[in-house]
């Protein structure tokens, strides 16, 4: 009760910036429905209530969710509100506060990864939910932060029956913070190979594709860009709110005899240069693409990418060196080159070797502890 009014204390001290904050594109339905329950109402009643943070996430579970049947998903981002609810019925999950009126029971509780939010956790087992934290991960550069907090979630993992951790050092990491019944079972990222959607005719030319690029790592790959008349670029931004920040980045880069268009321009895909600015493309580009330059990994800050999704096709892949949050998908592909923005157009003409997925997870494995 004590926790339940300090957040509204919370809320109420930061609603005035959460309310202008919530005009910027980015966020524009999920703060509202999250701080303000604006068109955010109670879930249906599910047997299985997953909670996940963004795309990525929502991508990951969703063979689970065919797999399990009834189950309803509560999300933070945007995008995973858009992908989530293509397969389920999809809330965005509301702020602290709000949780003991809005929660509707469910059997099971699946929190992804890292969404630890201790009245999520907590309003479950009250209303007797088996509580589970799936793909469980505690990564290196935000480990130190979680043990200043360690009194927090000692107290949090009080309320969490079963862990599903990626690794043994997750495993240990979180069972210094306070958890119990920890079992490793694996990244699930890695159990969940997202399949095409549609199947495009590789041109007669070498695909390369920058991936799941983030702010500055565009305008420093293409600071040294060294196509030649045989290769086809694709760039394709995390977020779709830059798109259009990309596109200028990419007219100024380039010279004027290159050939440029927009994925969404449906012109064919007969320029050099391409940018994918639409979601939901990616996956079906690396099944035609012969090299992968995979982003969030050239900027400190944000930890890398899945590389999986590419590895299944065989894809060469280059990447940064900050990897942080996904060192253990990393470690299941062999074949990945690592390279910095000064290096990577020599690499890309250097003797690569295509990748390989080396451990994949049993998915079977985790309905089965989820079932219990």
Known sequence: MIYTLFTALLLLILSPFLWLLSFKQKFVRSIKARFFLFKNPKPKFAKYHFHLCSFGEACAIEPLVEKLGDCRVSVITQTGFDRASRYADCRFLPFECFLPFWWVKADVLIVFEAEL????????????????????????????????FKFYYKYLFKYVDLVLAQSDIDKDRLSRLGAKNIKVVGNIKSANLVKPSKRYVKPDKRVIIIASSHENEEINLLKNLNLSPNDQLFIAPRHPERFDSVYKIIKDSIKSDISFEKFSDNMGLRSQIILVDTLGELVNLYQIADIVVLCGSFEKGIGGHNPIEAAQFGCKILSGEYIHNQKDLYRAVSGIEFCSYDNVWDKLNSNLQNTKITNICDLNEIIKEIKG
């Open 117 to 148: 939010w201790l009245n999520l956790f907590k309003v479950a087992k009250l209303n007797r939910s088996k509580t589970i934290l799936l793909n469980a991960r505690i990564s290196d550069k935000s480990y130190k932060n979680y043990l200043r």
